[in-house]
Every structure is written in structure tokens, then in C-alpha cells.
């Protein structure tokens, strides 16, 4: 394990995610000192960088458009606004990335799911040919159900997944929390169709 990696490790396990005020703390600590920014950085680089990779498609271009969340994250610090309703450190800088994400080229050009292939460039390497194969179907498999769904739908389940609440993916999307879990449901059920519908094609090619 990498020294970043450790770090990381152990700040998860001493300050969860959830954990607002020690990111309003870590907030405070940055506008007086911009080196603790490099804080909030480890706290949530990999999750930022999975949601910019998720929406763009490219490794690089990934790491360039997280790369700017931050860099406009610190910039924007003191307009950070921790009073307003569901207002979270998380969900601000989501906004962010949402924001930078969809001004991107690739993504304009795109608008819809990008060829991920995760599974295939981090193998487990203990894991046999056919234990590959497999994760490499159910991969493949996760990525066509999500490039089936509506773009919206897509984008309020990649946050989701990305760990963040109603209440904080409604104030990325601009959403009541009512809302946004009422499209949650939607989405599930849609999800659940698909999946059986899925499962019975196969049974039917198989059968």
C-alpha cells in the first residue's frame, strides 16, 4: 500500500465521509492556512475522480476535470456557504463537478455512458481466469443498464453511488429532496426491470 493510500485509509476510518463538521472544520482551517485544503483533497479526490471519469469516459480527461474541481474549490472557498439548507461540503463540490464536467468536450460530444473498463485495468491478481471473466460480464452488464437509462436518471444514480444523500444530490441537482427520492424509486424500478427483462432474453437464448 502506498503511503497516499495509508493516509487515506486512515483518515476514512477517523472521519467518515458523513462527517459535515469535520469538513466545515476542515473548511474554516483552509481559508486561514490553503495548505490544509490538501485535506479535503484526499478526502475526496477518488470520489470526485470517479464521477468525472463515470461522466467523461477518459482517464485523462478525468484527472484534468478533477484536477480543476479542486483547483476552483479553493478558489471559490470563501463563497462556500455552509448555512444554507442541505448545504454540505460534498454536495458543493459535486456541484462543482458537475458543473466543469458538463462544459467538457468529450462529454458534450458523448452525452451519454462512456466505455469503462475498470474491471479489465486493475485485475485482481489473485483471482482465477474464470473469476475474471466473470466480474468482466457482470461489469459489462452494469455498464448496459446504466447506459440504457436516461441521462438524468443516470446522473442522480452515479451520486447516489458516489455516496451522497437525497438531501445533497438535491442541492447538486437543484431538486427537493422529495424529488430526488421519488426519482430514486423510479430509477430502481426501472433498474429492476431491465435486469429481469435481462435475465428472461437470456433464459430464452440459453434455454
Known amino acids: 500500500m502506498t503511503q497516499r493510500a495509508s493516509s487515506q485509509s486512515k483518515m476514512d476510518t477517523a472521519y467518515p465521509a458523513q462527517d459535515g463538521d469535520f469538513d466545515l472544520a476542515l473548511v474554516r482551517r483552509s481559508l486561514e492556512d490553503p495548505s490544509a485544503f490538501a485535506l479535503l483533497f484526499e478526502r475526496y479526490w477518488d470520489a470526485i475522480f470517479g464521477f468525472c471519469y463515470l461522466r467523461v469516459g477518459d482517464w485523462h480527461e478525468a484527472e484534468d476535470v478533477a484536477s480543476q474541481v479542486f483547483v476552483n474549490a479553493l478558489s471559490s472557498l470563501p463563497r462556500f456557504r455552509a448555512d444554507e439548507p442541505n448545504q454540505t461540503f460534498r454536495a458543493w463540490l459535486f456541484g462543482i463537478a458537475r458543473n466543469l464536467v458538463g462544459s467538457s468536450w468529450r462529454y458534450r460530444?458523448?452525452?451519454?455512458?462512456?466505455?469503462?473498463?475498470?474491471?479489465?485495468?486493475?485485475?485482481?491478481?489473485?483471482?482465477?481466469?474464470?473469476?475474471?471473466?466473470?466480474?468482466?460480464?457482470?461489469?459489462?452488464?452494469?455498464?448496459?443498464?446504466?447506459?440504457?437509462?436516461?441521462?438524468?436518471?443516470?446522473?442522480?444514480?452515479?451520486?447516489?453511488?458516489?455516496?451522497?444523500?437525497?438531501?445533497?444530490?438535491?442541492?447538486?441537482?437543484?431538486?427537493?429532496?422529495e424529488a430526488v427520492r421519488k426519482a430514486q424509486s423510479r430509477t430502481v424500478i426501472g433498474l429492476r426491470a431491465a435486469v429481469a427483462a435481462q435475465d428472461a432474453e437470456t433464459g430464452e437464448t440459453h434455454g
Do not use: C, M, W
Not at 134 to 156: I, W
Open 109 to 177: 460530444q458523448r452525452h451519454a455512458a462512456a466505455p469503462i473498463e475498470l474491471a479489465s485495468e486493475f485485475p485482481d491478481a489473485n483471482a482465477t481466469p474464470v473469476e475474471l471473466l466473470l466480474a468482466q460480464e457482470q461489469h459489462e452488464r452494469l455498464l448496459s443498464l446504466l447506459e440504457a437509462l436516461p441521462d438524468d436518471q443516470r446522473e442522480l444514480l452515479e451520486l447516489r453511488l458516489a455516496g451522497l444523500s437525497a438531501a445533497e444530490i438535491g442541492k447538486v441537482l437543484g431538486k427537493s429532496e
